[in-house]
């Protein structure tokens, strides 16, 4: 299958070329500009070789986890770290504790005494729970169709493990269907293609039967002529299925 | 007209940040701890939703740091991936990172934030905050970066400028309250022209007038201009509000105030708390207020500040991001190993119980061919834990047949076996605990001279804690007699012991059962499977004394030792599989079950032989099994017992003379009664002559 083999071929196809993915995500790009603030960033895939893109999103999300694993409430949490971090070691609790202490001491011209009445840090409305969300949508030349892949973090910075991307991110429905996926998809890790450090991913192997689908279904409903639009909403599609599994998905309204 | 309360920021720090901080620190800071300049970003305030409820939670005020936090090589931060998000808002700070972790403890608190704080004033009162109002966001952030163990103590410094006295509020009212839809919307719009036109640091701060042909938007350094023939009631400034609140506006808009009271004597000002939904067109969220002030009094010096960020305890103090994960090499590659197991489990083999075979520790007996193919097959299975025992040094016909070894480990007499096996695993897999210990197990027939039994004692002690330290012992030397003392520690202590051996072209690989066992199977009517030494009726004797050095040697063809290696680990994790464990029953390979293997197995991984004998002139493979002898030299009840009862006595004794054996199995009787018997039949026979 050559690089022009889709630009000849009859009808929709569920894959893709990368000038086909690069179109696709553009446009969706466009779609979402006033609902979602997707960015394009573009790379080197090689040296030499023209730039490639893939899209971000970051979302924050309400956490479902503090530091002492119990289930997050809405006000601070009562050790020395970022609510919602993994377990501190004994000994760097004990340098945090150590140093609080030290620095308590000395005078800064810190008069934050005063400035209490000023300062209102917390509120019954308001969360320390939460996590960062990098979704990305990325090109897969082996499967040819584009791949979600994810990465959630706390305010500190520290990743989150699978466990808790299933208690944050999976709505509770599907996380028995997504955690039993076995040979037909679900939630695995590997390198991110670009970027080189371990990213979750929604494995794709689903994706050509399901976008297959819908193509067929689709070329079933509409007249001939519409040339290209499936590119246009291919991601769109995509998304919707992919996406809602793990917290990110279309507005209803596009 | 109430005290005028405002919402602290809540540091929130993107992992690449970390990242890109221990790359400069390495390749240019160096040991130079001077402040360098970082750029964060902050958007309107947000709202997250709680799954599974309608309802939505105010999140904090985030001043993040992310990709692009350090400026590039020319200083800038221009370059595409650098750019602060989309929808947010520069804030300019400084990042001291000191070199060790007594300097962090040490550093002069006051003297930093006293920098901060003075460049704050020092822009308000030349005029330069005017120009750039993104310097009213000036932060400070402190940290000591540990390289090793890539974890980082940080603590963030977000100054403001006191007012003394106090500013008021009067009620807070949504902005749909105040204007029409229409004004609103159109609002909206000439913001987004402002940022477009005016670029990120003007876009956190702007002026609002009413007008007739609705609002209008201008900077703040415009303000003679803008509020020409206005009065004050008609100057609205606006900020970007990162509050999410509904009675408070956020941090930015402190150091505004004291810019507004120093610049332009402002005492009462409407106040547009400026909220926009990341994206979608939408500031309904926004809020206004008037601040006022009670009177105007000059502000000649540079006023008291406050803002260094509490920790989640809500005290003054530092906090700790450990990256590891997602840094350390050596824990990247656990995920990846972790990552490669659990693929099996995820597409093939659910029940594959990954973590019971991890932590399954695995003793090697044996640092020869064998020893090095088991070990990569349990690295592979991703076994944490694997010990050898060898007690020979490496020679130069070793690498080729032993994987573990290179050509530099045979020089100056060669290095000891069971070491270099250990740290050549650990090269492979750092994070494998892998340990050697060079000593010699003994062995039945081959007496130990006076001077010595000291230290055989004590080799056999360490056997034992070894054993018992131990899940699974692997029976890997290269002579029979070598296996005896393993077996009997094997069977009276129950652990899994998997005996593999060679022959030119052929090979055993065997599980050994756990001796007589008679407890369980009487009660559950099964019969034991046996050992290695179950099948002899004579005890295993000297068999490497006194043979030519063709006979010492064990020749092989090279490739089998690698087939009955794996085949050995492939069993062990069978066997762990098995819900009998060691006292599973042996599975035999017969028609039926060849056409479905996993008919009628009882591990998920299919069939558990006992014996693997393997025949590699035809490639060939038969399951045998084979009964436990109530008279075996090894296993029996009536050794073991000796072995409880005497304990180094009766192992010395079998030490010195072999035959021992014999007489304590009742081998010895059996053969004087069978022999008898011949006579008696010598007898007759002469007798019918």
């Not at chain 1, 039993?180 to 050509?208: A, K, R």
């Not at chain 1, 793990?246 to 309204?253: A, F, H």
């Not at chain 2, 002030?293 to 260094?308: D, E, M, Q, R």
Request: hydrophobic fraction near 40%; include cysteine; aromatic fraction near 10%.
């Amino acid at each position: 299958m050559t690089s022009d083999a889709n630009a000849h071929q009859p009808g929709p196809s569920a894959r893709l070329t990368y000038s086909d993915f690069e179109f696709a995500i553009k446009a969706f790009l466009h779609q979402t500009r006033h609902h979602t603030p997707w960015s394009y960033v573009e790379y080197s895939p090689r040296r030499g070789q023209p730039l490639q893109g893939y899209l971000t999103l970051t979302k924050l999300v309400h956490s479902h986890h503090t530091s002492s694993g119990a289930p997050s409430t809405t006000t601070t949490t009562t050790s020395t770290q970022v609510p919602g971090a993994a377990t501190i070691d004994p000994a760097d609790q004990l340098l945090l504790d150590e140093l609080a202490e030290q620095l308590d001491d000395i005078p800064d011209g810190d008069d934050h005494d005063e400035d209490n009445d000023i300062v209102i840090q917390q509120s019954t409305n308001l969360t320390f729970d939460y996590l960062s969300v990098n979704y990305h949508i990325v090109f897969s030349p082996s499967y040819q169709v584009p791949v979600l892949y994810f990465n959630a973090y706390r305010p500190d910075g520290t990743a989150i493990s699978l466990e808790e991307i299933y208690e944050s991110l999976v709505p509770e429905e599907w996380r028995g269907a997504i955690r039993n996926s076995g040979l037909n998809g679900g939630i695995s890790q590997q390198d991110h293609p670009v970027l080189n450090t371990p990213y979750f991913y929604m494995h794709p192997c689903e994706t050509v039967p399901l976008m297959e689908t819908i193509l067929q279904s689709n070329s079933n409903t509409t007249t001939a002529g519409d040339g290209p639009s499936y590119l246009e909403s291919y991601i769109v599609t995509w998304l919707s299925f992919t996406g809602q599994a793990i917290g990110v998905s279309v507005p209803t309204d596009m | 007209m109430t005290l005028l309360q405002f919402h602290p920021w809540a540091s929130a720090v993107e992992a690449p940040f970390w990242q890109v901080l221990t790359q400069r620190k390495m390749d240019i800071f160096k040991l130079d701890d001077s402040p360098k300049p970082i750029l964060g970003y902050y958007s309107t305030g947000q709202q997250v939703r709680i799954p599974g409820k309608d309802t939505s939670v105010a999140l904090p005020a985030r001043l993040c740091l992310g990709t692009g936090a350090f400026p590039d090589d020319s200083g800038l931060h221009e370059h595409p991936l650098n750019k602060t998000p989309a929808f947010t808002f520069p804030a300019p700070g400084v990042v001291k990172n000191t070199n060790t972790i007594e300097d962090f403890k040490s550093i002069d608190r006051a003297a930093l934030f006293k920098m901060v704080v003075d460049q704050i004033w020092d822009d308000i009162t030349s005029g330069r905050a005017a120009l750039d109002p993104s310097t009213l966001n000036r932060f400070l952030l402190v940290t000591f970066a540990d390289l090793k163990k890539f974890k980082f103590f940080y603590w963030f410094a977000f100054p403001a400028l006191q007012a003394d006295p106090a500013w008021s509020m009067d009620a807070i009212q949504e902005i749909g309250a105040v204007w029409s839809p229409t004004i609103v919307n159109h609002l909206r719009e000439q913001v987004d022209h402002y940022k477009l036109n005016f670029g990120p640091s003007q876009s956190g701060f702007f002026l609002v007038k009413e007008g007739q042909e609705g609002l209008s938007v201008a900077r703040l350094q415009d303000w003679d201009e803008f509020y020409v023939g206005c009065d004050e009631s008609q100057v609205i400034v606006g900020f970007a509000d990162p509050s999410s609140l509904d009675s408070n506006p956020g941090w930015p808009l402190r150091n505004l105030l004291a810019l507004l009271q120093y610049r332009w004597k402002v005492t009462k000002v409407r106040v547009l708390c400026f909220r926009e939904v990341l994206g979608k067109q939408d500031i309904s969220a926004s809020k206004l207020f008037i601040a006022q002030l009670p009177s105007y009094i000059p502000v000649t010096a540079c006023p008291k500040a406050v803002g260094w960020e509490k920790n989640a305890q809500g005290k003054l103090g530092p906090r700790l991001a450990d990256l590891a994960p997602l840094m350390d090499p050596t824990r990247l590659a656990d995920t990846a190993v972790d990552l490669n197991l659990k693929l099996m489990r995820w597409r093939l083999l659910p029940d594959l119980q990954l973590e019971k075979v991890q932590n399954t520790r695995c003793l090697l007996l044996g640092a020869g061919t064998l020893g090095c193919y088991v070990a990569r097959s349990l690295l592979g299975w991703g076994v944490r834990n694997i010990t050898f025992v060898d007690n020979a040094k490496v020679s130069f016909s070793n690498p080729v047949r032993q994987p573990l070894f290179e050509f530099e480990d045979c020089l100056e007499g060669g290095k000891a076996k069971a070491e270099t096996a250990a740290a050549s695993l650990r090269k492979v897999y750092p994070g494998v605990n892998a340990n050697g210990y060079s000593m010699s197990i003994p062995m039945p027939g081959h007496p130990i001279s006076p001077q010595l039994v000291e230290s055989a004692q004590n080799d056999i002690a360490r056997l034992e804690e070894l054993f018992e330290q131990h899940d699974a012992i692997f029976l890997l030397m290269d002579s029979r007699e070598s296996r005896w003392l393993p077996t009997l520690l094997g069977a009276r202590m129950k652990k899994v012991v998997i005996n593999a051996a060679l022959g030119f072209d052929t090979f055993l690989v065997m599980r050994h059962g756990v001796g007589q066992d008679q407890e369980y199977h009487a009660s559950n009517g099964t019969t034991p499977l046996g050992c290695y030494f179950c099948n002899d009726i004579v005890a295993p004797t000297d068999s490497l004394s006194d043979r030519t050095l063709d006979q010492q040697c064990t020749v092989t063809r090279p490739g089998l030792s690698a087939i009955a290696s794996a085949m050995a680990v492939e069993m062990m994790v069978s066997l762990l599989h098995h819900p009998e464990g060691i006292r599973a029953p042996a599975d035999k390979a017969d028609a039926e079950a060849e056409q479905d293997a996993f008919a009628q197995q009882g591990s998920a991984l299919g069939l558990l032989p006992h014996q693997i004998r393997g025949f590699l002139s035809r490639f060939k493979n038969l399951l045998i099994s084979g009964q436990a002898y109530d008279r075996c030299t090894a296993c029996s009840d009536s050794i073991l017992s000796a072995y409880d009862e005497e304990g180094f006595g009766f192992l010395f004794k079998v030490f010195q003379d072999a035959t021992h054996l014999e007489n304590v199995t009742g081998l010895t009787k059996m053969k004087e009664e069978s022999e008898d018997l011949d006579m008696e039949w010598a007898d007759d026979s002469e007798d019918d002559m």
